[in-house]
């Protein structure tokens, strides 16, 4: 059985992207690796050892293309509309809060953020299959 580990995501600004992610999810330096041309920055929180790989290309000035296929990064929290609430508190522009339904039951109640590199995060309340 595979474990899964981390998400990879290539950044512009290391020190904007930490801050971000500090802010938005309590995610702290786990661990950060300079080689030559490129760091690679990771980033977990206490309730969990799924981790945010930042790659940080040395040289890199032009936003990184997200391309057709790349969705989105999901977090649950326990309280839905204090986290939207505290998101939009720190500037961080929410999405409303929407709820999903599926064969007359609620399946998913939900928003989006967007970080600094145009990554959008889906914020879940933990709740059903979201636990």
């Known amino acids: 059985m595979a474990k899964f580990?981390?998400?990879?995501?290539?950044?512009?600004?290391?020190?904007?992207s930490v801050r971000f992610y500090g802010e938005a999810f309590g995610l702290a330096l786990a661990d950060r690796y300079a080689f030559d041309g490129f760091t690679l920055v990771y980033l977990r929180n206490a309730e969990n050892d799924f981790e945010v790989e930042l790659t940080i290309n040395n040289?890199?000035?032009?936003?990184?293309?997200?391309?057709?296929?790349?969705?989105?990064?999901?977090?649950?929290?326990?309280?839905?509309?204090?986290?939207?609430?505290?998101?939009?508190?720190?500037?961080?522009?929410?999405?409303?809060?929407?709820?999903?339904?599926h064969a007359e039951r609620n399946l998913a109640t939900f928003f989006f953020i967007t970080d600094p590199d145009g990554y959008k995060i889906e914020v879940l309340k933990r709740a059903g299959r979201y636990t």
């Open 5 to 16: 580990i981390h998400t990879m995501i290539r950044v512009l600004d290391e020190a904007r």
């Open 59 to 101: 040289g890199q000035s032009e936003p990184y293309s997200h391309g057709a296929g790349y969705g989105h990064l999901a977090v649950c929290v326990d309280d839905i509309e204090a986290e939207h609430d505290r998101l939009s508190k720190l500037g961080l522009a929410p999405t409303p809060v929407k709820s999903m339904q």
